[in-house]
């Protein structure tokens, strides 16, 4: 793996006190491919401390953007979530995951399905003009126990749709459906749950999820994984993988420390 190098932290921004997000310079000679991750971290006594992480930024973007949860007594977190602008945060050279276009067959609909921080990758792919090449709509669901959750994924399709120049390719076709567990809002629930009883499917006027028609991509915590591969299964999905592109692929949301 290529020697994590050295970049300057050029924005800090918290949303609660379990988020925070943060972009960083970029070198030039670092690519990726959007929905990838890479890993970051700190010097920690001498040494990188590292986890992995989705970039948030597309691969035409100037700069590279995290979203990271704070975990109080976490070895990274806790010391991450106290950075500020003009830190250095170390980012490893070799890009990598499994939520990449190239791991899934054509379609006609792509669905991010995600909680948590697990929206990360997909703020990338969203940003990705040859996403809208290849799928009719891209559906971006986004799953979190509360309201101020939602804010850095809602603000980030914001900023899409008001793009100059993607918002021609993209016109109407990026949905973004949020939802929470633990509090009132437009909508409630499980993301499982919506796409399953067919609360989604009404909602939208958008077919119930099939693999004839759509393709999707997943990142979420462990438990949600579960349950969303048994949902695809139940489906008709099969999984698939750069050595095997099929109807839908999954990454872990990553940083738990
Ligand atoms: P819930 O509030 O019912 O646990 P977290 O912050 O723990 O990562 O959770 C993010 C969101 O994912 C929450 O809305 C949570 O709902 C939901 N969630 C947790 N486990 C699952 C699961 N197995 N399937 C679907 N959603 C889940």
């Known amino acids: 793996m290529a020697a994590p190098a050295p970049q300057t932290v050029i924005e800090v921004r918290h949303w609660t006190d379990r988020l925070f997000s943060f972009k960083t310079t970029r070198d030039m000679s670092f690519r990726f491919e959007n929905g990838q991750f890479v890993m970051i971290g700190l010097p920690v006594n001498g040494r990188p ?7 948030v930024s597309a691969n035409h973007e100037e700069c590279l953007e995290f979203f990271s949860i704070k975990v109080p007594d976490g070895p990274l977190t806790s010391r991450l979530q106290q950075i500020k602008v003009g830190d250095h945060v170390l980012v490893g050279g ?3 995951g499994t939520l990449v276009q190239a791991a899934l067959t054509p ?8 909680t948590g921080t697990g929206i990360a990758p997909f703020l990338s792919v969203i940003k990705d003009p040859q996403v809208y090449e290849r799928f009719e709509m891209v559906v971006l669901i986004h799953g979190c126990r509360f309201v101020k ?3 850095f994924g809602r603000l980030s399709v914001e900023a899409v749709r008001s793009d100059e120049y993607l918002s021609e390719i993209i016109g109407d076709r990026l949905i973004y459906y949020p939802t929470v567990t633990r509090e009132e809002f437009v909508r409630k629930g499980r993301v499982t749950q919506l796409l ?4 989604f499917a009404e909602e939208t006027g958008l077919p119930l999820l099939n693999p004839a ?5 997943i990142c979420g915590s ?28 999954i990454e872990k949301a990553f940083v738990e420390r």
């Open 213 to 217: 028609e759509d393709r999707v991509m």
């Open 94 to 96: 070799k890009p990598t």
């Open 196 to 199: 399953e009883s067919g609360t």
């Open 107 to 114: 379609g006609k609909r792509l669905y991010l399905v995600s």
């Open 149 to 151: 959750e939602l804010e």
């Open 49 to 55: 401390l590292l986890r992995a992480y989705s970039l």
């Open 222 to 249: 462990p438990a949600v994984l579960q349950d969303m591969c048994a949902l695809m299964d139940r489906l008709g999905f099969e999984e698939g993988a750069l050595s095997k592109p099929g109807s839908y692929v």
